[in-house]
């Protein structure tokens, strides 16, 4: 990078930053206007080095103050802005501009699919959430507390490790080819879910849950695409984990 | 269109052969029962399949079935092994150049037939 002159202490510390010029395509859609979802192009200028959260975030307060998206902590840990940027599942606040467009470039914008879309970027979560409470997520153990912690070895709890990391943000599910045409398939994240409490050696449900995985709707959908393994913002080996709890409900075995 | 991976082809490939196949299978008892309404009518049927469509086809559908067979097997290797599904990317490029090699093979054997016909 060249600069014509030394920063000084009196210039604003932004202007020795480069910008980039963005377009920014983005999928929006207005219940109570349109009848089928459109693009609108909105230019902006942006540092490479921000987030694409940032980006629609200065489009919605600075350009467009209708455009709808959730957002809740920003930091990639409540899972709120799953979307569909540059043709892949990810979360808004962890993708960096640089990452998806050069200076000149376009980030497109679109709602994550197979969901119901309610307005621009923001889609209906219930029929996820549906999934995730089928597969029963929470801890069952009828036997009786011992006095001090339920122990786990340190390999018990790494069996768990991956899939305990899941923040429901949707990402995987919505990347799903069989999700987007059979809505009733649980999903890997609802799978996900399931895993971590299949292989909870504390847990006492393994069974039911196994018999829940081997409906229909259930682990046997997965036709290994390994969108949902790419799309993970989490980094969790999903298609791997979907394969274990395959084989726990063909050997009966957790 | 989505952006998947290696993994989300493999799918879509493997879903649509596995229907190209399934086509085939039931033009094909189709045709070889339909002798039961006389010998004019097979003729009249098998005539058809003498157009080019049917035989550049014959060559897709040699790769097609080499495909779906050994995905298959990749898809086995994935369900049953820890270690297939951190070699699947790999193993489908091994797939499709097998594939590749059917389909290479098929067009070479089937030469004459794809110019001279039958």
């Known amino acids: 990078m060249t600069q014509t002159h030394a920063p000084t202490s009196a210039a604003p510390v932004s202007a020795s930053v480069p910008m980039i010029q963005l377009k920014v395509k983005v999928l929006r859609f207005d219940p109570e206007k349109d009848k089928k979802a459109h693009w609108t192009t909105y230019d902006v200028e942006a540092q490479a080095s921000d987030r694409v959260l940032d980006v629609i975030n200065h489009i919605k307060w600075y350009m467009e103050p209708s455009l709808t998206f959730r957002r809740s902590c920003m930091h990639g840990i409540c899972g709120s802005d799953a979307m569909l940027i540059n043709g892949r599942n990810r979360l808004a606040c962890k993708t960096l501009v640089r990452d998806v467009a050069k200076s000149g470039g376009t980030i497109t914008v679109e709602p994550i699919r197979g969901l119901k879309v309610e307005k621009d970027l923001l889609v209906d979560m219930e029929p996820f959430f549906d999934s995730y409470k089928a597969i029963m997520p929470y801890f069952i153990n009828e036997s009786p507390a011992p006095a001090a912690e339920r122990i786990q070895s340190e390999e018990e709890a790494e069996r768990m490790a991956h899939s305990s990391n899941c923040i429901l943000c949707a990402c995987c599910t919505t990347s799903c080819p069989i999700f987007w045409v059979n809505g009733s398939y649980l999903g890997p994240a609802a799978i996900v879910q399931a895993h971590r409490f299949i292989f909870d050696t504390r847990d006492e449900a393994t069974q039911q849950r196994l018999g829940i995985m081997n409906q229909n709707t259930g682990v046997w959908r997965c036709r290994t695409a390994y969108n949902c393994t790419e799309a993970c913002p989490r980094d969790i080996p999903i298609t791997q984990l979907i394969e274990e709890v395959k084989r726990a409900v063909m050997y009966g075995q957790a | ?118």
């Open chain 2, 1 to 118: 269109m989505y952006r998947g991976r290696e993994g989300q082809w493999a799918f879509l490939l493997h879903r649509l052969s596995g229907l190209a196949i399934l086509a085939y299978l039931l033009l094909h008892v189709f045709s070889i029962g339909s002798f039961i309404f006389g010998e004019r009518f097979y003729m009249a049927i098998h005539e058809t399949y003498d157009l080019w469509p049917f035989r550049i086809g014959l060559v897709f559908v040699t790769a097609g079935v080499v495909y779906h067979a050994f995905n298959g097997l990749r898809i086995i290797v994935m369900d049953f092994t820890g270690f297939g599904v951190a070699y699947q990317r790999q193993m489908w490029y091994g797939v499709l150049l097998i594939s590749v090699a059917a389909f290479l093979y098929a067009a070479w054997t089937l030469y004459p037939r794809l110019v001279g016909g039958y």
